[in-house]
Structures are given as structure tokens and as C-alpha cells.
């Protein structure tokens, strides 16, 4: 079965600095999407950022990036110029898209923190 | 375009009640989750449709959660009856589906926060 690990439940940075939160995974499968997602205080859940496992290049949608790892299983997410506004818990998800088997995993979350 | 709805958004309820939740999807959109967001925990998928079959309710506490999508856009999630432990936010998701990564995004609803006492 899959699973996601999201080891830092909380981490804090700097405003304008960068901070990079930790996901790891595991699956047998070979193709398979992941994705960040941010869910800010007492508001929806956005997606921040995908990857398609398929895919060497790493996404990257503005301020922020992914290092994806595949044979590692690493998915970490790099938040560059944070600002008050990123503070918010982060959720690592993985996504089969083998046939048959349609799993949507959420990791635990990381809360992160953004200090004036 | 509209987002995804859910009512209620609050609701407090003994245990042994029954409860109900509603959910209308973005137009168009194939799929449906709902997922069980305990405080402090990240989203537990209960079920997940396609179109108005069930494509996975492993995690479904099925002696007493039901989920129905009728006519494959809303979807009604019940507890009966609710235990303590059911105190929760119950978020509702769609997504599009059937192409590239862009179309598995989900989106969110604003959720609802059950109280069980």
C-alpha cells in the first residue's frame, strides 16, 4: 500500500528567506502524480504545485519548487521570498493513476510558520 | 466559475444523532471525494466517485457512513449514528479527471466541521 510521510509537523522561516519542507513516499508503482497542496487557517485547500512522475524536470510555479527524487521517493517543497501570506499547513499527496487502483494519499502536514 | 459548495458548515450533534452532509461539485467534474479531516491530521479519503459509482470506500466506516451521488453531481455523506470520534471536518473535492496531471487537480469545498458531544 502507499503511503506519505511527512516527518517536520512544524517548521518556521524568516520572512524573504527560502524554506524547504520534506515528503517522502513509498508505492511500488511506477507512474503516478504528486502534488503540494496548502490549506491557510480556517480557508479551502489550494494545489500549490504537481509533478508528474514521468518526469525528470523538476515543477516549479513561481516562488515555488520541487525536488523530486523518484528513486529516493522524495518530493520536497522549496518555498523561495516567503511572505506572511505562505503561512499556512502543507500537504504532500500522491496520486495513482494505474489502472484499476485510483488512491489519493494525503500526508500528515507540515504547519508552517512565517515570522515578521 | 463556481466552486465546490458544501452544507452545512457547522453543525453540533449528540452521539447516537444522525447527521447528513451535502456537496455539489464544480460543473462538469467526473469525480468526487470525501475525505475526513481529523484536527491536526491531513485529509483521510472515506470515498471517491466517478460519475455516480463508487470507484473506492475502503476507508468507509460502513456500519455507519453512507455516501450516495445521484445522477452522478451532488453527493449526500450520512453518519448514523455519530460517535464521538466522528468530531471532524468532512471536506468535499472534485476533480475533472480523464487527461493530462492538470485535470487530477482537486479542488476543494470550504468543508464542515462536525461536533459530536
Known amino acids: 500500500a502507499q503511503t506519505v510521510t511527512q516527518s517536520q509537523p512544524e517548521m518556521s522561516v524568516q520572512e524573504a528567506e527560502t524554506v524547504t519542507l520534506s515528503c517522502t513516499y513509498d508505492?511500488?508503482?511506477?507512474?503516478?502524480?504528486l502534488f503540494w497542496y496548502k490549506q491557510p487557517p480556517s480557508r479551502q485547500m489550494i494545489l500549490v504545485i504537481r509533478?508528474?512522475?514521468?518526469?525528470?524536470q523538476n515543477a516549479t510555479e513561481n516562488r515555488f519548487s520541487v525536488n523530486f527524487q523518484k528513486a529516493a521517493k522524495s518530493f520536497s517543497l522549496k518555498i523561495s521570498d516567503s511572505q506572511l501570506g505562505d503561512a499556512a499547513m502543507y500537504f504532500c499527496?500522491?496520486?495513482?493513476?494505474?489502472?484499476?487502483?485510483?488512491?489519493?494519499?494525503f500526508g500528515t502536514g507540515t504547519r508552517l510558520k512565517v515570522l515578521a | 466559475e463556481a466552486g465546490v459548495a458544501q452544507s452545512p458548515r457547522y453543525k453540533i450533534i449528540e452521539k447516537r444523532q444522525s447527521v447528513a452532509f451535502w456537496c455539489n461539485p464544480i460543473?462538469?467534474?467526473?469525480?468526487l471525494y470525501w475525505y475526513q479531516q481529523i484536527l491536526g491530521q491531513g485529509p483521510k479519503l472515506l470515498i471517491q466517485?466517478?460519475?455516480?459509482?463508487?470507484?473506492?470506500d475502503s476507508q468507509l466506516p460502513k456500519d455507519r457512513f453512507s455516501a450516495e451521488r445521484l445522477k452522478g453531481v451532488d453527493s449526500t455523506l450520512k453518519i448514523q449514528p455519530a460517535k464521538l470520534e466522528d468530531s471532524a471536518v468532512y471536506l468535499c473535492?472534485?476533480?475533472?479527471?480523464?487527461?493530462?496531471?492538470?485535470?487530477?487537480?482537486?479542488?476543494f469545498g470550504p468543508g464542515t466541521r462536525l461536533t459530536v458531544t
Open positions: 460543473s462538469g467534474h467526473a469525480t
Open positions: 466517485f466517478q460519475n455516480n459509482g463508487v470507484v473506492d
Open positions: 499527496a500522491y496520486r495513482s493513476v494505474t489502472s484499476g487502483t485510483y488512491k489519493y494519499i
Open positions: 508505492t511500488s508503482e511506477s507512474d503516478y502524480y
Open positions: 473535492a472534485s476533480s475533472l479527471e480523464g487527461g493530462g496531471i492538470s485535470t487530477y487537480e482537486q479542488y
Open positions: 509533478q508528474e512522475a514521468y518526469k525528470q
